[in-house]
């Protein structure tokens, strides 16, 4: 057995693609990673801004901002599984987008989408590990190890999941499985005791820990207009909970027929998943009063880390829960893993993006989205050296342009489908879910431009115009060579044949060999040096001899001159010269090449042969063509 | 003009060559830079191993150190004369020892000075900067920067002195003509003051400057064996003065006619000066009572320093003094530029090394054994983060055996030529260099072993294990390749052709209209995948029907089946069965292939072609011919 067959998994054959297909209980932890694990951090997301307005301003505020990403997350919901419905051969944003807003739409939410899958990925992969830094930061063992290497355990778990997705859909399902029940189950069981405590305490349960208690001197009165702002920041940061929404819609074709059944199956265990723990998270923390702390206090703790601790004590099973948390947000990344190839090989398709991405690899995966993928990801860690807390503004907006596209899409689908039954509902539907993800695109938009999202505005347009060249440049390369005319058989003429030598030998015997074979004209060129004379004799006593006593046509020795000892543009000079003197003539320049046993001998052998290829090719033109003639030791 | 001219001068004719052949005035920079830089730490460093024993001790004991030294180098350089009369075509250790004690003792010679020249480079360079770095330690405003930029500060002196190198021998002379006759002159102006101090006083100068006082609290009495060690190891720190010795006989090559004539006065020139310099110094420190101070103390100064201020105060002429001095050790590593690529050239004309060696670049230079020297200081450079000191135990035992195996060949040389005049006084001088060298050779592997010469009793014989390989593999391609045979014109016959189609498009009816040109047996190889059938009617439609309407021989469309989407593969199992089903017949495998007008359009194009190229190169063999077939858009 190969290693490559232990770490990847044996070639898969195409006919097997069957038994690749996925059902529910693996499109949870492929395509809801990402979703759900934004539970763990969401709420605090918002709630942190709220900190100033002390405990009660907490409290008060938070319910309706709660209710709005509720409210979206609904809408979401509903008009995700139409467009699951309607395009069961995968329903991504940049598809959507450009069947029915056009190319440049498409153009659009693919960048934003693009965007938005690197950042996740490397944005989940630095959240657990920081988390797991922080954890362990009161360990004086291991929390200054832990803590210089960093970058290295982020890049640990990114090999980790890239070679896990590149064993395949349903492998990586089953591996991220246990992770995912665990994470679920653990807060499920926090949120089901806490309300049993809330419950049988009439409301007033008692914390088994210590909480942290809330900012001494709340600002108690704001002027209406900076209130507002505030409570759109806070929005803003709570809607990083909705990001993993469009990770279903866009990966169908992965799952089980029927497909869009399937799929849809999954995105309502994923939501109403995430409902109940963003829901029953919340309200939680609240009957136990439990506010954000300010991230830059010394003792600072998650809103999670505090709530399981206040309903279970600080015991086994809060670490067992916390560690379940960290393993998860660890590898939220799959969710990119499972859609960013999709997409690319979407693009790809239309020739906006490289055709490597097209090819699917030994496991029937488009690999090269996944070594893409892992790339940028790989170089976004180390550029921010494994804390990428900052780029969290960023891959919000990717994700709601993305949204809103989607939905005006589907807008425009049904307006389109004039036959399809209550097409003015679910018009309505999706309508309602462009409006909400495009005003929440703007919120997001204006109330973190500053902190970052002027990168996005900025890399967004940089993408679309590579995507453009990319397609301009396979547009013409079709143009010019597709061809619909039959094979011409007129003007077949055999080509000047052109052999560069440096001495007589077995290499150049073979050589001429050969292209005295393909035309009568053979030109063996010689380049000036000290022991051309004796080449001389020997080119007629070896050469011309035999030729002549065959009554063959004669080849011809051509001597060129070199004033500055080298050997290679004299040589194209001449191929140059020769093809500009025989106009519509081919010319063939045999090159004798010495193949070696080992990689160490090729640096002994000057590499003229390869720069005389290269130069060849691209000074050449169409009728000079290039023969390897190969000698092997 | 192109930058390449500005940076490294226009590129020179081979009949250009002996313009740029060089005089003494040139020569003095070129190859004595690295002896006349010795005196400036040569006798310190023999100076500081006596401290221990006090003033009067290093006082008492130095004298007959010295006395060594300077007879040694009487001695080499009477011997390196007769070299260099004897070998007007460079007399290199390695020409001297192969061609008189056999090609054994010529690759001990050839490793040893290898790795002499690429210390002397390395060494050289870092002590220039090292002591830059530390007269600027007390500014307080430049010393931090300089302090911390060591390695950089290394590699720029290095690229310049490449670069330098590479404008040609004479300009290089040219360059560091000033540099060198700053440092001789202001040397030679110390002493002469100090001297006319000393003989005006009486013997008893005052200095100008602080004389720091010796050692507190001597060792006044050492057993004996002890202090014979003590002296040994003096003397083997001393005799770092006299590694840059043989650098002329090696470049003879470079000189004006008459060649020997002008590298013996450059010699007499080079040897002369630096025994005015070792002798006068060591003579004006000892009158003023200088001696060495501990290099770690923390107001640590070089016993040149102390010299320079004691004659002249701290004055203008001791910053021009120590200046010069820094720049002449910074550029001392020239000498080895100038003697490492002649040596590489003599080696691989041997065979012994990569034959790229012999090439002469545009300014007629062996420029690769230039890129070699910069590549490899750079790298013992950067390894050891700009700081060298640790090496200079390890270069003079590389001189020492160079020097004696080139003495000994001389011995031998001479007992060969019978009918030379006064042969016996050559071989009785070349015999005395030998002894000595030999004998200071033992001395110095024996003091210094331990401190790391342990490292090139390793290195020197896994050099010549390398160039023995190197020999090995051109013998073998030699002999597989030489061919005294006239060309054989019998069994002749045109290959078969095969050409991967992966669609009918104008790319494939080029390399179809070539390949039927080349022979009658054309096979078209598609590999399996849905549009199968499809082709199946083009090329009925677009090929047969035109070829049988031209009563042509029939192409043939072979479909290869893929059962692991793999392209590569089936067509190379496809070639090698061809190949294996037809013995004695060449296989022709024609690959057409896109040439785009910018670099990064080929990341558009999959790159199967450049690894079927490749696949074909390696997996192939003898009768296994490949055709490039461009396609330029």
């Given at each position: 057995?190969k ?8 070639p ?9 297909h996925?059902?529910v ?7 809801g990673?990402d979703?759900?694990?934004?539970a ?21 505020y938070?319910?309706p ?9 609904v809408i979401l919901y ?19 987008a450009?069947?029915n ?11 934003a ?6 950042l996740?990925?490397?944005v989940?992969?630095s ?13 004086p063992?291991?929390?200054?190890i ?10 640990i ?7 896990v ?8 399902g089953?591996?991220?499985m246990?992770p ?11 949120i ?10 009439g ?10 208690p809330?900012?001494?001197d ?6 209406p207009?900076?209130?507002l702002?505030?409570?759109?920041k ?22 089980k ?32 009063s439990?506010t954000?702390m300010?991230?830059?206090?010394t003792?600072y ?24 948390v960290?393993?998860a ?6 969710t ?9 090989r979407?693009?790809a ?13 030994r496991?029937?995966?488009f ?19 494994g804390?990428?807390?900052r ?19 589907m807008?425009?689908h049904?307006?389109?489908?004039k036959?399809e ?9 999706n309508?309602?879910g462009?409006?909400?993800t ?5 919120v ?6 500053m902190s970052?999202a ?5 890399l967004v347009?940089?993408i ?8 301009r440049h396979?547009t013409r ?7 619909p ?6 003007g077949?003429e ?5 052999i560069?030598m ?15 074979l ?6 063996v060129?010689h ?16 050469v011309?001899?035999?030729?002549r006593?065959?009554?063959m046509?004669?080849p ?29 003539r ?10 070696v046993r080992r ?7 000057n590499q ?25 030791l």
């Amino acid at each position: 057995m190969k290693v490559s067959d232990i770490v990847l998994g044996r070639p898969l054959a195409t006919h097997e693609e069957h038994a690749e297909h996925i059902g529910v209980a693996a499109g949870v932890p492929i395509f809801g990673l990402d979703g759900l694990t934004s539970a763990a951090y969401g709420p605090e997301a918002a709630m942190a801004l709220l900190i100033p307005l002390g405990l009660f301003g907490v409290m008060h505020y938070l319910l309706p901002i709660f209710a709005c990403i509720l409210t979206l997350l609904v809408i979401l919901y509903f008009s995700y599984r139409q467009t699951i419905t309607a395009y069961p051969n995968g329903g991504g944003s940049y598809t959507v987008a450009s069947e029915n807003l056009g190319s440049g739409a498409g153009l659009l939410a693919a960048a934003a989408l693009m965007i938005d899958y690197i950042l996740t990925a490397a944005v989940g992969i630095s959240a657990g590990v920081t988390a797991l830094v922080s954890a362990s930061s009161e360990s004086p063992k291991w929390g200054p190890i832990l803590h210089s290497h960093q970058l290295l355990f982020c890049l640990i778990i990114l090999v980790v999941i890239a070679i896990v997705n590149m064993r395949g859909v349903k492998e990586s399902g089953f591996v991220f499985m246990l992770p995912t029940f665990l994470f679920v189950g653990t807060l499920l069981l926090t949120i089901g005791l806490g309300i049993y405590h809330i419950v049988v305490t009439g409301g007033h349960p008692t914390a088994l820990a210590n909480i942290p208690p809330p900012i001494a001197d709340p600002i108690t009165s704001l002027k209406p207009m900076l209130l507002l702002w505030l409570l759109m920041k806070a929005f803003s940061n709570g809607c990083a909970a909705m990001t993993g929404v469009e990770a279903v819609s866009n990966g169908t074709t992965a799952f089980k027929e029927p497909r869009s059944k399937n799929a849809n199956r999954t995105l309502t265990v994923i939501i109403g998943i995430l409902i109940i723990l963003l829901a029953g998270l919340s309200y939680v923390a609240r009957a136990y009063s439990i506010t954000a702390m300010d991230p830059d206090a010394t003792n600072y703790q998650s809103v999670l880390s505090i709530t399981v601790a206040a309903v279970f004590g600080r015991g086994g099973f809060y670490f067992l829960t916390m560690g379940s948390v960290l393993a998860a947000l660890s590898f939220s990344a799959n969710t990119a893993f499972a859609d960013f190839p999709r997409m690319a090989r979407a693009i790809a398709a239309k020739d906006y993006f490289p055709h490597v991405f097209l090819v699917r690899g030994r496991r029937l995966l488009f690999s090269h989205g996944i070594y893409a993928l892992t790339g940028f990801t790989a170089l976004i860690l180390i550029l921010f050296n494994g804390v990428t807390d900052r780029l969290i503004p960023l891959y919000a907006i990717g994700a709601f342009l993305a949204f809103t596209l989607s939905q005006a899409g589907m807008v425009k689908h049904w307006m389109k489908e004039k036959q399809e039954k209550g097409r003015h509902l679910k018009m309505f539907l999706n309508g309602l879910g462009a409006v909400a993800t495009g005003a929440t695109l703007v919120v997001v938009l204006v109330t973190k431009f500053m902190s970052g999202a002027w990168v996005t505005a900025i890399l967004v347009p940089f993408i679309i115009g590579i995507m453009m060249m990319i397609k301009r440049h396979y547009t013409r390369v079709n143009l010019e060579t597709v061809d619909p005319a039959p094979l011409r058989l007129s003007g077949l003429e055999q080509p000047i044949v052109v052999i560069p030598m440096a001495r007589w030998d077995k290499i150049t015997e073979k050589a001429m060999r050969f292209g005295m074979l393909m035309s009568p004209i053979v030109k063996v060129v010689h380049v000036d040096s000290e022991d051309t004379d004796a080449l001389g004799a020997v080119w007629n006593d070896m050469v011309l001899g035999p030729v002549r006593a065959a009554n063959m046509p004669e080849p011809e020795l051509i001597t060129v001159k070199s004033s500055y000892r080298t050997i290679l543009s004299p040589l194209m000079d001449y191929v140059l010269k020769l093809e500009d003197d025989n106009p519509g003539r081919k010319i063939a320049v045999l090159l004798p090449e010495l193949v070696v046993r080992r990689w160490w001998e090729n640096l002994l052998h000057n590499q003229r042969v390869q720069i005389l290829k290269l130069m060849l090719l691209l000074k050449g033109n169409q009728r000079i063509v290039v023969v390897n003639i190969p000698w092997y030791l």
